[in-house]
């Protein structure tokens, strides 16, 4: 996969984008990230990338000149993108599915915007997909791209060393994740639980099923109903939601 990142802020970018796992992909060539600058695609002498709201109001919008400019460059130098993306609240918001589909994408440009927002005519013709991350106002667009390039980068074949990670977490998929514990097996007198010490890998996988199902019902309920379930499953789960079970403030 080859992204393009349009910001005021390559630095920022760059910087999040060197480290860890994406860091790693991006030096080992399983993906091509690129920053680019958008004042580098003014042509005043004050890089001018903002200017004032028809209509009035407060603060700034993002010209349209540089934006088109930018993509254009990349466009001449990449090929076509295969979607042209914007951060913005006014956005779907990311899934799962969402970055799945987009690691599958060859080509990617990603716009982050600042200020009161983009000129909508580059929101109109340029940008294919509107993404936001979350119902909250950011100062900006760069944050909300890390997390889409973040969340896409580690779906993209052979970037996440192991291929199991990646694989469960699709077989899981619409489920929260289990507790995790590592060494020591006694933390302040916090024991780690004990069928995790016991070597049986099957009761270790039941439980961790359990402790899935488990979280799933009492944080994000709303996830149950297309979560992944087996009939059995599902029939142990609608029994505790209808005898009260999950009302009780501790189980067990
Ligand atoms: C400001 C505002 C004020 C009142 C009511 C609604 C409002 N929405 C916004 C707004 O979206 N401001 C943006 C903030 C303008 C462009 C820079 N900002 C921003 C936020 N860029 N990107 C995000 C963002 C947030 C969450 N997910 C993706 C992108």
Known sequence: MIADVITIFPDLVESALAAGVVGRARERGVVDLRVRDLRAFTDDRHRTVDDVPYGGG???????????????????????????????????????AMADAMSRLDRLVVICGRYEGVDERVTETLVTHEVSIGDYVLTGGELPALVLLDAVTRLVPGVVGDAGSVEIDSFVRGLLDHPHYTRPAEFRGLKVPEV????????????????????????????????????????????????????RTEEE
Do not use: F
């Not at 010209?63 to 779907?92: C, D, F, H, N, Y």
């Not at 799933?216 to 599902?234: I, Y």
């Open 58 to 96: 407060p603060g700034m919008v993002m010209k349209p000149e540089p934006i088109w400019r930018a993509v254009e460059a990349i466009t001449a130098e990449r090929g076509p993108a295969s979607a042209v993306v914007l951060m913005s609240p006014q956005g779907r918001t990311l899934t799962h």
């Open 196 to 247: 995790l010490l016991s070597g049986n890998h099957a009761a270790i996988d039941s439980w961790r099923r359990e402790q899935r199902i488990r979280r799933t019902c009492e944080r994000r309920p709303e996830l149950m109903a297309q979560a992944d379930l087996t009939d059995e499953e599902r029939r142990a789960y609608v029994a505790r939601s209808t005898t009260g079970a999950d009302d």
